[in-house]
């Protein structure tokens, strides 16, 4: 009974510690311990040797699939700077804004370059699905980037062409652009558009406003073409989206129309006289 009140009474300090765990030295953390197949059947040789080849593969996979998923989110990253940019040309002019695009472009095409070192032969349908969200983002920047140049929607064709480098006499494509991606990518320019119709309201722009409301009527016209011959999912959950902005210009649209109608329809000189009998009134007060 004393001895359990005096150990009690002891401070913690003078307790006893608990004994830290040791472990023996092997491997550094990460790597797989070494095999000693001498000292192992033939035949289970063999089977070790089979698992490690399988290791092996499996490893080179992850580690290649991690690296088109690291160059996808860096073109992801760019490739929004590149809209961020476009949205910048009813503040700045054209000429400084596409200057810049251009800069970007350019480093968006290295990425690809580097992707599609992971990306050659079978492996480009093998990692589509990991490279597809930056591919989709790069053509939502250059789908915008050719709507406020030429005022058109761009065709698979030439996101193609602009996924194509040059090199030993023949022109080679960085990366496959399937029709799922094209039509992905164009299915997320409407919320752009609607930014850059916002802005151009506020500058009291009515021509680009038109130039908008033509291009998404335009969009949604080929989408639902598309849908009534081929089913995907993924385009059909943008839908609601596309409509959401195209009624939201319309109503801007005949809104800046409606206004202007109401300005021509008032005589002039009927608010200077408006304006005239006001200060008369001011005066004889």
Known sequence: ????????????????????????????QGEPPALDFS??????????KTFLAYRNTLDAHYDQRERV????????????????SLLRITQDSPEKVFKDVEFKHNQVLELFSKMSKEMQGSNAMKYNRQATPGIQEY??????????????????????????????????????????DY???????????????INSIGKGDRDAVSKCLAFLQMLKEGVSLVLSV???????????????SLEKIEKAFYSMTIRECEMKSIDPAIINTSGIAVECNMDTS
Request: hydrophobic fraction near 35%; charged fraction near 30%; aromatic fraction near 4%.
């Open 1 to 28: 009974m004393s001895e359990a009140v005096e150990a009690a009474n002891t401070s913690p300090d003078k307790r006893a510690t608990k004994r830290p765990r040791t472990f023996k030295s092997g491997p550094a």
């Open 39 to 48: 000292t192992m059947e033939p035949r289970k040789q063999q089977v070790m």
């Open 69 to 84: 998923i690291k160059c996808s989110r860096d073109i992801t990253a760019l490739s929004k700077k590149m809209v961020f």
């Open 139 to 180: 053509i939502e920047a250059v789908g915008l980037w050719r709507f406020l140049q030429h005022n058109e929607l761009i065709t698979k064709k030439q996101v193609l062409e602009s996924l194509t480098i040059e090199g030993d006499g023949k022109a080679t494509p960085l990366v496959s652009v399937t029709d799922e």
């Open 183 to 197: 039509l992905l990518g164009i299915s997320d320019l409407p919320g752009e558009v609607n930014r850059y119709c």
């Open 230 to 244: 081929r089913k995907y999912n993924n385009l059909e959950k943008k839908v609601p989206v596309l409509n959401s």
